[in-house]
């Protein structure tokens, strides 16, 4: 990552995968976890599995809002039931998408643990209201006084992270301000506490499905 740029907008040294791997590696040379506390409208496994041994080795809990489960797309299953929750990334290449079932059920097991919890915008009056905001805040574990966080555009996808080769080109703050980053955490925490119900139950059993149902050979065949 570019040293002393604020921005984040996934271009070379710019992305923001290479951010919240850094802060979280950072704090492990150091000999601490980090807890993270995520906003995003989506979710994906492929996102997750770049991330995966900083996640799973690293991090000692993660707090996730995902913004809009609403309206995102299916998990490529036949039937056209309620779409909650877009757990793949769009237009994945054959080789992704056959091992796709062997990151769904890691991503699976990760979040199961009592250490991750996923919640979201809730039911108002027949409708879900729309978190928009993206937020990473990677606290030193044990020492709230060491905290990098960046906001701005980009989901938690392969594309929004700068995963992918032609990922989105995305517009991302990383905040320096003690003051800033106290606003920045008063919010995520009256959000988290007062306008968020949760959702992990229902985030877990579409993984479930996605990697049950979606075996490599099925997967094989439904691309001939």
């Known amino acids: 990552m570019a040293d002393n740029s ?13 951010f919240i ?19 995003s409208a989506y979710f ?18 993660t707090n996730f809002i995902l913004g809009e489960p609403s309206s995102v797309e299916n998990l490529g299953l036949k039937d056209k039931r309620l779409k909650v929750f877009k757990i793949q990334d769009e237009n994945i290449s054959l080789e992704k998408a056959i091992t796709q079932n062997a ?25 879900k209201t729309l978190i928009h905001g993206k937020m990473y805040y990677i606290e030193q574990e044990n020492n709230p006084r060491v905290v990098d966080a960046v906001i701005g555009s980009s989901n938690f996808t392969s594309n929004g992270l700068g995963i992918n080769e032609c990922s989105n080109y ?9 003051q800033g980053i106290k606003e920045l955490k008063e919010w995520f925490d009256d ?34």
Not at 7 to 12: G, H, S, W
Not at 49 to 61: D, F, G, I
Not at 170 to 178: A, F, G, M, V, Y
Not at 192 to 216: F, G, H, M, Q, V
Request: glycine letters at 0%; aromatic letters at 8%; proline letters at 2%.
């Open 191 to 224: 959000l988290w506490e007062n306008n968020t119900e949760d959702a992990k139950r229902e985030i877990l059993k579409y993984i479930e499905t996605l990697y049950k149902e979606n075996s490599p050979e099925l997967v094989y065949m439904k691309t001939l």
């Open 44 to 61: 994906t496994i492929y996102a997750f599995n770049k991330l995966k041994e900083e996640l799973t080795k690293k991090v000692s809990h």
């Open 21 to 39: 791997k850094d802060k979280i590696n950072n704090n492990f040379a150091e000999g601490k976890k980090s807890n993270l506390n995520i906003v």
């Open 6 to 18: 604020i921005i984040l907008d996934n271009t070379k040294d710019k992305k923001v995968v290479d």
């Open 170 to 178: 995305e517009l991302n703050t990383i905040l320096d301000s003690k």
């Open 103 to 127: 990151i769904a059920k890691e991503c699976y097991n990760w979040l199961k643990s009592s250490n991750v919890q996923i919640r979201t915008a809730p039911k108002k009056e027949n409708h």
